[in-house]
C-alpha cells in the first residue's frame, strides 16, 4: 500500500496568499485527520472527519482555514488569507473502519508550510 | 477532559545503556493510550498501544510500555538503545479511539 500521500511536501508562500494543502488517505480508511505541529504548541488536532463528514473541527484555529472532504479518497485544508504563525508542518493522518485496527492512525510525510 | 504529560523534553542516552521515557495522562474516563515515533523529517508512526488487557504492552523495534492506572502513567522502555531510536517520541490517549490527544514529546538522543 502507498500510505497516506500529502502534496506538497513543502509550501513557501507570502503572508496574504492562498494556501491549499491536499491529502490522499489509505485506500479502504474511513477516518481522516488534520495536524499541526509547532515548537511551540507541539501536535494539535485540527480536524477529523468520518465517512467524508466533519465530525469534530474544534481545532481548527479561525475562519481562515477549512477542510473538505469531497470524497473517500481525497481531503484538502486551506488556509485563507495566510499569516507567518500559520507556519508549521501539517499531517494528514487515516484509520480503517471499526474492528480493524481502528485504533491506530496511519501518518502522511507531513507538509511543511512556510509563510513570509 | 484528557490531557498527556510528557515530562522530559529530551533524554540523551548512550548507545546499549537503557531508557526510559515518562508519560502521565489525567482522564475521568477510561483510555486507551499510544506511544507514536517521529523520526526527522518523517510522519508519526505506532510504537505500540494499549487498550485492554496485560499491562505491559510489547511494540515495534525492541519497545514496550506498561500501563500503571493506579499512578496513571504508560511508561515507554528499552533495554538497550541503538543510534538509530533517535527520534521524537509522543505519547498519547484517546477517550473513544476516534481522536488523539498527543503530549509534547520527548526528544531520545543516543549517543555513540
Known amino acids: 500500500d502507498a500510505g497516506v500521500i500529502q502534496s506538497p511536501r513543502h509550501e513557501v508562500t507570502e503572508m496574504g496568499q492562498e494556501v491549499t494543502l491536499r491529502c490522499k488517505p489509505i485506500s479502504g480508511h474511513n477516518s481522516l485527520f488534520w495536524y499541526r505541529q509547532t515548537m511551540m504548541r507541539g501536535l494539535e488536532l485540527l480536524i477529523y472527519?468520518?465517512?467524508?463528514?466533519?465530525?469534530?473541527d474544534s481545532g481548527m484555529p479561525e475562519d481562515r482555514f477549512s477542510a473538505k472532504m469531497p470524497n473517500a479518497s481525497f481531503s484538502t485544508l486551506k488556509i485563507q488569507p495566510s499569516e507567518p504563525r500559520d507556519s508549521a508542518v501539517y499531517f494528514c493522518a487515516s484509520a480503517p473502519p471499526g474492528g480493524q485496527d481502528t485504533d491506530t492512525q496511519y501518518f502522511g510525510p507531513g507538509t511543511r508550510l512556510t509563510v513570509l | 477532559a484528557q490531557s498527556v504529560t510528557q515530562l522530559d523534553s529530551q533524554v540523551p542516552v548512550f548507545e546499549e545503556a537503557p531508557v526510559e521515557l515518562r508519560c502521565n495522562y489525567s482522564?475521568?474516563?477510561?483510555?486507551?493510550l499510544f506511544w507514536y515515533v517521529q523520526y526527522p523529517n518523517q510522519g508519526l508512526q505506532l510504537l505500540l498501544k494499549?487498550?485492554?488487557?496485560?499491562?505491559l504492552v510489547k511494540g515495534i523495534n525492541g519497545f514496550e510500555a506498561e500501563f500503571n492506572k493506579s499512578q496513571t502513567s504508560f511508561h515507554l522502555r528499552k533495554p538497550s538503545v541503538h543510534i538509530s531510536d533517535t527520534a521524537e517520541y509522543f505519547c498519547?490517549?484517546?477517550?473513544?479511539?476516534?481522536?488523539?490527544?498527543f503530549g509534547t514529546g520527548t526528544r531520545l538522543q543516543v549517543f555513540p
Open positions: 494499549y487498550l485492554s488487557g496485560s499491562t
Open positions: 498519547a490517549v484517546s477517550p473513544n479511539t476516534d481522536k488523539l490527544i
Open positions: 482522564s475521568s474516563v477510561s483510555v486507551y
Open positions: 472527519f468520518n465517512n467524508n463528514v466533519p465530525i469534530d
